[in-house]
């Protein structure tokens, strides 16, 4: 695209933004992704309409689908716009991270044209069942079943840590369909989490939320043409869904960070003082600080040409375990250093001495000690980098291809 077009699409999304984002949400996403807030929800509906009917909220997705039809460069115009103004995008979840991309893939298009639309519109929550009690690091592991009836499946097991499955509208899932193999025995199948016999258990987190479950299924019927890909051939679309994750979650860490309504070197000095040069009046803490800044900086550009590598190549690659690991330090240095920036008003769990910022500091502070597991170990994501991009020879050998 030619940077005349770019700079006048940049001139149209700027003045898009200007007509459709309500100031007061400004910096707020974190507290409405948690639904802590029950001020300005009406400034926040409105805005989630507007990035619906525009497409922005996925914004380089198919129009046919609901997409925004943009160009990847467009799309980095429109997010340097938002963060340019503290705009946050509304339309998200892992319909959009994970399984939107997926069955862009993978589906088949009547899937596509029942399922993606309402994920484009913010209408539907999707939740992830993959992890079991028994098969984790393993997931290959897994035993829950899907047995053929015919015109259906009947789905019998427990999934664990299956985030937002409490509040889920529908869930991707992997299920066994041939108990004679290990990777080559899983399906893809999609689950309405309406259906009886779908039960989610909220699990307490340190943080004070409940963002992940215990679900199980009983005798739970699943039509089969909720069955994505080729029966049996559910690892593969599983991997690359795994990727979508991953890249999802690193990008994420840098959008927290973009999106927040005050930078740290700033919040620093608001909670701290600064000295008469300017600079935050604390020399470690602002060495501390510089450093993250730098490696937050070097994170970007990193992202960045890995998202213009990836385009390039048709999709995400193992890279993503690279990045996966990256940002789950910086999320996890950025909330300890906001903390402890905020002194002992980072310390607040509840009531009127500590404001929304400085309680939702707090428990993102929690939270983010999750990035590491989340998405794949860092142990596992370690793992994959060794054999996958470093190419280093497998320690356990045979025994372990085997597996």
Known sequence: MAQADLDGFRDHARAWLVENFPPCLKGRATAFAAETREDHAEDAERWRKAMAESGWGVPTWPTRYGGGGLTPAEAGVLREEMARIGAWNPIGGMGVMMFGPTLLEYGNEAQKARHLPPITRGELRWCQGFSEPGAGSDLAGLSTRAEDKGDHFLVNGQKIWTSGAHLADWCFCLVRTDPTKK?????????????????????????????????????????????????????????????????????????????????????????????????????????????????????????????????????????????????????????????????????????????????????????????????????????????????????????????
Request: aromatic fraction near 6%; charged fraction near 25%.
């Open 183 to 403: 990777h080559e025995g899983i399906s893809f199948l999609l689950i309405d989490m309406r259906s009886p016999g779908v039960e989610a258990r909220p699990i307490r987190l340190i943080s004070g939320a409940s963002p992940f479950c215990e679900t199980f299924f009983t005798d739970v019927v699943v039509p089969k043409e909720n069955l994505v890909g080729p029966l049996n051939a559910g690892w593969g679309i599983a991997k690359r869904l795994l990727q979508h994750e991953r890249s999802g979650i690193a990008a994420a860490a840098q959008t927290q960070r973009a999106e927040a309504r005050v930078q740290l070197p700033e919040l620093a000095k608001e909670y701290l003082g600064e000295e008469e040069d300017g600079r935050i009046d604390m020399t470690d803490l602002r060495e501390r600080i510089v450093a993250f800044e730098t490696d937050l900086r070097a994170f970007q550009l990193t992202i960045a040409r890995s998202a213009a590598s990836t385009r390039a190549r048709q999709g995400p690659t193992a890279t993503a375990s690279i990045l996966k690991n990256a940002g789950s330090f910086v999320r996890r240095d950025g909330a300890e250093l906001t903390a402890e920036a905020m002194g002992v008003h980072g310390l607040g769990w509840e009531g009127d001495p500590f404001t929304d910022e400085e309680i939702a500091a707090v428990r993102n502070l929690f939270a983010s000690k999750a990035g590491g597991i989340a998405g794949g170990s860092q142990e596992i994501q370690n793992n994959i980098i060794a054999k996958r991009i470093l190419e280093l020879p497998d320690p356990l050998g045979a025994a372990s291809r085997a597996k």
